[in-house]
């Protein structure tokens, strides 16, 4: 089966530089360089488009434009790209994120996906107007996305669950297109909701043994509902002609980051309760071996550990050659990886770096396919 890849969607703004913060760390260096307009958010989708990966992450949280709202304003920009949004299961009633996505599948024609955000952060859900412990979240989560699925299939759904309550819910209309839902979680409350929900698991870029191990208690969940899942990775990229390219580029980034940057974000990832945060700051150690070199934070060849001195959530990248790169992947694939949500810095010359390097030699192993070759829609973009 043909790997799937993602781009992503900056919207919290862009730079030349590391845009830091999420996931407890307050930060948010150099956001303004390439404010999240929509005129940007538009060129980075159409360049992802026309390149050939086949949606683009859409993240939601305080330091984000909305994710729905955005999308939705980017699908006459494009022609056949899908959006993974974001959304949080505690921010709207089941019902109405059923009906929610349903409309936007009819007038996107099917080009959403979902990636249910359960949140990790009390400070950031206590903001939102959620109060509950994190493993509450979860069991939420199950029983939102048990009235959205039900809803879905064109069920009448009546619930009196510990967090969700409804009764008699139906939609008038169904979705022609059931949208893919990704899910996340490392914790062992989020595995039993990845096995009897998911389509998609996601995790964060650990090393590829790690991935494996992962994916395989995820999969033993699924199965206990008699379910598979396709597994998908989130990573950054930098990808050059050569390898000393790349690694160059890596360390131009971690120069860029100031040591006092470093510690405000380290203090805030520290006080996370997520345990997928928890495994991705074990991944650098101590935010002082950055003063040897960008090569001291490499924990695994070519998997580079920088991006989370000073971001939240996914904090590793793929660092090489085109070549390199390429076979990094195919490493990912023998653990068990079907998809590759990618970004990189800043997204619009790096989505080029990587789908005009890496893609065509993973075609040329018989790995992937431009969407355009395999009867994707052809539909022109709406004259804006």
Known sequence: MSLSFHWFLPTSGDSRSIVGGGHGADLRANAGDRPATLDYLGQVARTAEQLGFEA????TGLQCVDAWVTTAMLVPQTRRLKFLVAFRPDALSPTLAAQMATTYQEHSDGRLLINIVTGGESSEQRAYGDFQPKNERYRRTDEFLSVVRGLWRGDLVSLEGKHVHVEGARLDKTPAVTPTVYFGGSSPAALPVAGRHADVYLT??????????KI????????????????????????RDTSEQAWDEAQRLLDDMNPDDIALAQAGLAASESEGQRRMSELHGSARRHDGGARTLEIHPGLWSGVGLVRGGAGTSLVGSHTEVASLIEEYRAAGVDEFVLSGVPHLEEAYWFGEGVLPILESRGLWTHPDRVGADRKPAFAL
């Open 216 to 239: 395989a208690r995820v999969r033993a969940a699924a199965a206990e509902f008699g379910r598979t899942l396709r597994f998908g990775v989130r990573l950054h990229t930098i990808s």
């Open 204 to 213: 964060w870029g650990e090393p590829p043994a790690q991935v494996a191990e």
């Open 56 to 59: 683009a992450l859409t993240p």
